[in-house]
């Protein structure tokens, strides 16, 4: 990858909080791991082919970041935007954490690779990738960042029900401007993202709701949340959705 390319930043929130609507759809016992078992297939794609960054709410989810290969930024708790302003366009100071300056951790990692960051922080194009995309592959990502790229300005990929939003993504000094949270794919259509209209069927599914999960695992590989769900016992709703 050349100096001009893709930041990738994936927010992934604690498991103590992660993917609510998902509960009950595998024993609690076993709801966070499903949780990063969805991260581990989102960043395995990621990786291969973007520079990564995850907002990562808690040690485990950092912990499943590195393994990965991804670069880590503690979340500074003010919510999910906050979180992806943060990662994608660090200010200049704060916000602080445990005695860290969070937004200097950021602007160290917009100089990762090979220790560029021409143009400071905004110098290379960024995305926002949810965390929550097990059938995700990495031809679709790489595809997605292409078409974001030939648009030229703010674009995003909405998810399958149309409503929501997977992929928001803006070229080098655009302030990448999120607006996730219900009705994003309207809120970034409003704010002048353009919507892309790919055939990306494991990026436009994000997990949400044990349906959603069933959909994800019939449009992607999902090795880490299909071995997940089959090292359950088989009368385990999940694990009889994975077959
Ligand atoms: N770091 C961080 N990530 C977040 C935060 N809120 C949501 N995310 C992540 O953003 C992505 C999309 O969020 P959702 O699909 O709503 O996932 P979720 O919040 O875990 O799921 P629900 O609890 O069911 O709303 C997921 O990868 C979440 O982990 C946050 O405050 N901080
Ligand atoms: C945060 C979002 O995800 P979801 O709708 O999957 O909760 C979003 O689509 O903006």
New binding site residues.
Partial sequence: MGDAGWLVV?????LG??????RGAVPAAAHGDL?LAM?RD?LAAATACADVLV???DAAVAAVARAAGAAVLP?P????N??IRLATDPPAAGPQAAGHDLAAGARAAHGLAAGRAPGGALGRPRAAL???LPGLRAEELAAALRAAEAAGGRAFVADAAGT?TVLLAAPAGVPLDPA?GVGSAAAHAAGGARALTGDWPGLRH?A?TAADLRAALRHGPAAHTRALLGDLPSSDAAACAAR
């Fill in positions: 994936v927010p992934a929130k604690g909080a992660a993917k609510s609507r998902l949780a991260l989102t907002v990562a709410g979340d708790g003010a919510g999910l906050a979180a949810t965390g929550d929501g996730f994000d949400d």
